[in-house]
């Protein structure tokens, strides 16, 4: 490193709305990618890591005509290369990619790719500027077989890292469906079908009631607030009523509701069909409304996508910051969107994916308890002799050898209570003492620390005092006794 | 996505210096740095994720008068935050992490930390913007034990890449012991010293005699131009020549010498009593000089460094670009770096660490065919029939559940040749068909596109000709077939 002028010391802090992860946070993210990867390469995906820069044009943010560029991306202009920024997603990366080297790739090409993003957005609490995403994508495959693909392997990855069967369902809707919907309301100005979408995704909030007044002369929101509405007449509401009410008991009955809702439009018709489709295909293989249902009430991205649209959402309660139950919610999401390589070739390239938050999915499994909330340290091997180290270093490579994580203290060892303590805040399980009088008589002494801990805590429970805590055995004992000590904590 | 404006399309390139990697480039390098994080788990470090953006001041790099900063990093202007970066390495940002969380962190503090940097640098063939590094750090160890076990962890972490015993060999060197030249040499003036450390970097290139002459009056290079020399003595020369010289033919020998070249200077002996110690640690573990010799003629980051200096080189040898043979090189760097947390703190805090540079040592691998250099593709089951979909889908169902990798081909089935290209273009090891006649009489058709593949190439060997490459099988043995087939194709 360069000599450093005398300045003002730095502050050891993040830039804000972004947190540094330790241990077990990380290792136990880098497991769930490691398995997820497992299920999308079992399905035939192939991975890929782009560049974590774009060029901003390609990203597919403008510059407005001032100085800074669209916010939500972290952006800037370089000599030789202009406006270049960090990726917000993987989906618009891989529209760049498949562009830059369709030639090359198969058609279709399934990929997968994890790693994180970044949005310069507002941070708040539990929300972070740099966030992980697991994504899988099909480009090039037109057929909705390619979309019950994507939903079964989602099913198959959540399964996979520890959600079992019965806390997530994945839900699919269809934009097709909507804008057949949209037709048979008579709205064709492009302005009032925005409106009327803006109110759909309101319904998680406003309900039936709520989006029918939206859609009307427009409501009085919970704050007192009067929110305009679309202005369309009472009878036009009808049929969004009826799309995002239209969840039967089965996918049948959702489907016959959806023929409904859609009435004589074409393009409402060839949505139902992809839905009936979907749910064809994933029933034939076993994956059936207990995982994955058609749920016309799911409207979150349907603004992006072209087609069919998935959620996961995990279904079992968890206690919010306020203590008061509530579901956890949305965990996935993706659906079908033919346009994204269309802006670089001119040609429409069909493309359907999912992208899984990670992030999310990791809290939802330490709130559930699926994962330890803290990780098990090394055995430490205390330094009673500075001069010994060779020793010491003898011992951690024996318990190593044996697949035991193990290490040397390797502070300043003159006080050994500071030993312990290390011990103690690096959750170890075991401490191994030998000082002049051991290594005389050839043996070490082996210090269970889990259950000195207990000890400590209940040290009125008689079973407790009567189990000894430490342990002195011969010195080619060692590994054998660590071992024991290690699997009986298991318990 | 928001809405496109009519704008001239984007290049599909990424911003210059970065590139894509792609299936195994990328699947090769996360069970490289898995196995890594294995060998430096077991060895009592953990992990450590900070965030890829850090506030330039924490850095360490300082705006200059002008607009942009300082060249070398990515580095732009946030309203709320000033000026932020991407890291450059892992280690300035360990700095920074170990500063802001020290209270909370054990002490000595442990950390493995793998992940992409970015060098703001002009790209060059195999030179890239953004690469991945893998470091190991034990920070608030004074003792020259943590040097040593870094050492050990490096050989180790080597060998369990694929890196036998006796293609590697990690080097130390120690800083102390060539301030303890320069005290001799009578260089106090900062100036003259950073000359000759300068100098001193070139004698890889230059050799013993080319360090006399730049020490010296100066030095006609191969290019014709004159290099001004530092002006020494010509005796003034001789510590540094016997320091970067001193290598014997044992440990003992090189300590030996290297006791001649720092004379009567303290802080020279205190370096030469360190390498002793290290030697002695690492020779008790059975790190032998096969594995770990001290070798002063290692001279790469003495600048930075403040006590023993690691390098991993690989000791065998490739073709350049050229077709000449030379030696691999260097994969890995590291040393003691006391100096970095005071720049938060005010407070010294010994630090010691390596960097492993994963894409150097997975090109070193593909170089040695030590991995393969393509990936297998999944089994391709085509599709004949496009509405028996959900056939194909339980048929790839099946062969997931029994371990193999599997895929319906979802493009447009309407040309089977396409489907045939599509599967070479996967390298896929096997094709499954199944039209309405095999439908019928209860069959399966299976290519062994391998084995198609040698026939279309030998197509002279009648070893080839004898040997079917497509086998009919009864539906119910598809998966036996595929798996006796996959079994066959790695003889």
Known sequence: MAKQKKAPRPKAVTPKGFRDYFGHEVTERAEMLRRIAGVYHAYGFDALESSAVETLDALGKYLP?????????????????????????????????????????PTPYRRYAMGPVWRNEKPGPGRYRQFYQCDADTVGAASVAADAEICAMLSDALETVGIPRGDYIVRVNNRKVLNGVLEVMGVTDEDQAADVMRT???????????????????????SGAY?????????????????????????EETLANLRGAVGESAIGAEGVDELAQIAALLEAQSYGPDRIVIDPSVVRGLGYYTGPVFEAELTFEILDEKGRTRQFGSVAGGGRYDDLVKRFTGQPVPATGVSIGVDRLLAALREKGRIEAREQGPVVVTVMDRDRMADYQAMVGELRRAGIRAEVYLGNPKNFGNQLKYADKRQSPVAVIEGAEEKANGVVQIKDLVLGAKIAENATLEEWKERPSQFEVPRDQLVAKVREILDGQGD
Do not use: C
């Open 65 to 105: 005509d001032v100085d800074r560029p669209h916010a939500g991306v972290f952006a800037w202009e370089e000599e030789d290369d202009g406006w270049v920024a960090l990726r917000y997603d993987l989906t618009a990366p891989l529209a760049r990619v498949y562009a830059q080297h369709r030639n090359d790739l």
């Open 200 to 222: 759909i995704d309101k319904f998680d909030k406003v309900g039936e009631e709520g989006v029918r007044e939206l859609l009307g002369k427009g409501r009085l929101d919970a």
């Open 227 to 251: 929110i305009d509405g679309v202005g369309l007449a009472p009878e036009q509401a009808d049929p969004v009523v009826a799309f995002l009410t239209s969840k039967g008991t089965d996918n």
